[in-house]
């Protein structure tokens, strides 16, 4: 297995890191279904495992498209429009999902 932090991140490397963040974000998307004020902790959770660089920086660009959506997620919350929210946040997910895959191909 490469390094975490050099170019030669392996393709499981980044799996590992990418199922991690997905599991944040899976916990965010069950707790915005419930009134609790927990709810908030679990979304800030998912924000900060997104904050962190990939392994190699090779997913960068993916994360951004990523933590765009999960942005867009969060202010359309605090406006109120919660299908909106949830769509982002499903996206984001499957999004994650999908890169999942095509990694674990790799």
Avoid: C
């Amino acid at each position: 297995m490469s390094s975490v932090d050099g170019k030669g991140a392996s393709a499981s490397v980044r799996v590992g890191h990418l199922l991690r963040v997905s599991s944040y974000l899976d916990g965010a998307i069950s707790s915005m279904w419930m009134p609790n004020p927990r709810s908030e902790m679990l979304v800030g959770m998912a924000q900060a495992s997104l904050r962190e660089q990939s392994p190699g920086a090779k997913d960068e660009d993916f994360l951004e498209g990523v933590r765009n959506l999960m942005e867009e997620a969060i202010t359309y919350r605090a406006n109120g429009d919660f299908p909106a929210a949830m769509a982002r946040m499903r996206v984001a997910q499957d999004l994650l999902a999908l890169r999942i895959i095509q990694l674990a191909g790799d």
